[in-house]
């Protein structure tokens, strides 16, 4: 549930917004403060996760198809928004 929520939060405009603001305060260090403190630790809360269990939940899974495809549609997707913002104007 954790990854859909993931994968979710970084095509909202919301998220997108806070991030980009984020960027523009302090470049990659406010982006990556950002992504943890204002989107990625509420999740983890809302799941009943910590960034330790979180990390034994990858590894647990790590073999399992629709946790891969789960996490690596979140993966290029912060990947394509990172790139976004890093080079807009």
Partial sequence: MLLKDLARTVRL???????RAAFKNDKEGGFDTAWQDHLLKPLLKKNSFTFESLGKAFHDFRNDADIQILRISYEKGM???????????
Avoid: D, P, Y
Wanted: zero cysteines.
């Fill in 13 to 19: 405009k919301k998220s997108r917004n806070i991030l």
């Fill in 79 to 89: 990947a394509r928004f990172r790139h976004l913002i890093m080079t807009e104007g």
